[in-house]
């Protein structure tokens, strides 16, 4: 019954698109998902009218080279889907009070676990999805058992397509895509990561709201993972899991920058790695606002890829502590270098810079290279700290997870060092809030025979009481 109505559709679309490329050649095509018999109900799988639709709308702008693209219309309405495949050329436009929302079980998916979003992308160029509606992948539905401390959530690890407690599906994937342009829509609550850029080139990302349950693991905000030339601009991400994420597994990521963000996350709001075989450069992060994270800039480098050029600016953070189930010990800012496991290479990290830093929080700056992955040319200037607990969770460990020491019990440093040659530290103050801890308030800690080269200007540490303590 259906097959004769698409097929009507197409031919007359078809016909359509001729027409149009007649007279104004250079505007772009629009269909409507609806025109395709999508009910968006929320009830009904709309499935096969929104994939005709994309596929109708690739076909007429592959047989018309003056039509720069065509839109896919999502008017009002809930359309429930399986997985849905972009194609070149054409761009989502979900209009507001528009959701695309995903199915909840596993015959929506594709068979492969790489393949499991509910929009995806795949070798395709000049892609986009825009509107101001909304994408939802339904995550609270996956939630097995809702708990305080962390969810426990579904897992399709019984189908043997993947292993572990983290098989669920993504809600948005470009995979090997080019020009790819994600702007003013809203990303809520996937089963697992959100947005993920793989192999990808020449991606932005802005105006995009992103929304996961505080309590879900797993729900990351932007995995840009194998890709260069990504631009994130004007997002709010609102996470249980890592918010912003480069990543790097089968090649390096190149050229990275985000600006004029928000960002709260149970997680890091800013983290490179944990997979890191390949190399991370060129990345600028500039006018962002991390709020009670509980980590806020991070480096988790473990698998041998070397980090180079990467500049912050004009960030304010503010982390705390959460339950420990969850990555994370209040660290403003996190630089960690170390082999994963006895197998595992050294990469190195050098270059950083750290200009115009506000940071509050419950736990010092923690910089830690290794025997052979060192930390160089390192510049931290205009740095605030203010070091104020305001949690009862206790503080008092170094963390090097995932991998190598694990954690390890220590007093608290406002800056801890190690393995490091080249660190310049230039108008920094750091400010005390007074706490029973004893395991608190030691301002500068070096581990001597691994830190080379460090200068200070400007620095200040003191009790917020008013007394200042200089060097
Ligand atoms: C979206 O829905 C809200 C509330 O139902 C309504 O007030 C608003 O006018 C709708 N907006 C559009 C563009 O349909
Ligand atoms: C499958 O996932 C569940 C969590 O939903 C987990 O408890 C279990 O250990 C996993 N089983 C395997 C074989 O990975
Ligand atoms: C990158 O993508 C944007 C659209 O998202 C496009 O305008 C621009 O020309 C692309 N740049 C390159 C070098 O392809
Ligand atoms: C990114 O750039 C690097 C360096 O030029 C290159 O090796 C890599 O293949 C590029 N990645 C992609 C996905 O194009
Ligand atoms: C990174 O950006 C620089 C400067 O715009 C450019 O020259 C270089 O080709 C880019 N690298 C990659 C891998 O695209
Ligand atoms: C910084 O980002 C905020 C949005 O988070 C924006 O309102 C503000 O204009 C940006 N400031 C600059 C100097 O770009
Ligand atoms: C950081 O806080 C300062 C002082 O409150 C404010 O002037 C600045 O705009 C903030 N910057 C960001 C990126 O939020
Ligand atoms: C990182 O740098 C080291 C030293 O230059 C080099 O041996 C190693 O191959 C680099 N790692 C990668 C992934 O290229
Ligand atoms: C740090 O605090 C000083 C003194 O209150 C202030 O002048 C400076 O602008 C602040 N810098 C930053 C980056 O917040
Ligand atoms: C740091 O802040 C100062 C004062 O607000 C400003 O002049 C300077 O351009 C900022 N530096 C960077 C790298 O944004
Ligand atoms: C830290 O010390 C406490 C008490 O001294 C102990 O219970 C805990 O297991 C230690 N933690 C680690 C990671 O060594
Ligand atoms: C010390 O570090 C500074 C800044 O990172 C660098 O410019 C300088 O060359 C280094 N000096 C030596 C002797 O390594």
């Known amino acids: 019954m259906l097959i004769p109505f698409f097929f009507y559709h197409l031919i007359t679309l078809r016909t359509h698109a001729a027409t149009i490329l007649s007279h104004a050649a250079a505007s772009p095509l629009s269909f409507s998902v609806k025109d395709f018999g999508a009910r968006g109900n929320g009830v009904h799988y709309d499935t096969l009218p929104i994939q005709s639709t ?15 693209s065509c839109h896919v219309e999502f008017p009002r309405g809930k359309y429930l889907t399986a997985t849905v495949h972009l194609k070149s050329s054409v761009i989502l436009r979900i209009h507001k009070n528009a959701t695309i929302l995903g199915g909840t079980k596993i015959e929506d ?71 790819v342009r994600v702007w003013d829509v809203n990303l809520i609550e996937p089963a697992y990561w959100c947005l ?23 729900n ?51 983290k490179l790695g944990s997979a890191s075989w390949y190399d991370f450069k060129g990345f600028l992060f500039d006018n962002i606002t991390i709020y ?74 923690f910089l830690s290279g290794s025997k052979h992955g060192i930390l160089s040319s390192l510049k931290f200037i205009n740095v605030n700290l203010t070091y104020r607990r305001r949690t009862r ?31 310049v530290v230039q108008n920094v103050n750091m400010r005390w809030f007074e706490d029973n801890s004893a395991r608190w308030n030691n301002p500068l800690e070096f581990r001597p025979s691994t830190v080379n080269n460090i200068s200070f200007l400007n620095f200040h540490s003191g009790f917020h009481s008013g007394e200042v303590a200089t060097i």
């Open 54 to 68: 994309i596929d109708a709308c690739s076909a007429a702008v592959s047989t018309s080279p003056h039509i720069p």
């Open 109 to 179: 998916y594709p068979r492969e676990q790489e393949r499991w979003y509910v929009v995806l992308a795949e070798d395709a160029a000049d892609v986009g999805i825009t509107g101001g509606g909304e994408i939802n992948g339904q995550g609270l539905k996956f939630v097995k058992r809702f708990e305080k401390r962390k969810n426990v959530m579904v897992s399709w690890n019984e189908t043997g397509a993947c292993l572990g407690d983290e098989c669920r599906p993504r809600l948005v994937g470009f995979i090997g895509c080019r020009n």
């Open 196 to 218: 993920h850029l793989v192999r990808s080139q020449n991606t932005s990302v802005e105006d995009v709201t992103i929304y996961g349950n505080f309590n879900s693991p797993n």
């Open 220 to 270: 990351d905000g932007i995995d840009i993972e194998d890709s260069n030339n990504t631009f994130i601009t004007r997002c709010r991400i609102d996470t249980g899991d890592d918010a912003i994420c480069p990543k790097s597994s089968t090649g390096p990521v190149y050229n990275f920058t985000a600006t004029n963000s928000w960002i709260r996350t149970k997680s890091s709001a800013i």
């Open 292 to 365: 009670q994270s509980h980590r806020g800039l991070g480096f988790q480098i473990r698998d041998g890829g070397n980090v180079s050029d990467i500049k912050f600016s004009n960030i304010n953070i503010s982390t705390r502590y959460y339950d420990p189930l969850w990555w994370g010990r209040a660290e403003p800012i996190y630089v960690t270098t170390c082999p994963r496991d006895s197998t595992s290479k050294e990469g190195s990290i050098s270059n950083l810079q750290f200009i115009n830093i506000t940071a509050t929080s419950e736990n010092g700056i």
């Open 393 to 423: 969770f206790a503080g008092g460990l170094f963390d090097y997870r995932p991998g190598c020491e694990g954690l390890v019990n220590h007093s608290t440093a406002g800056l801890m060092m190690e393995h490091i040659d080249g660190l």
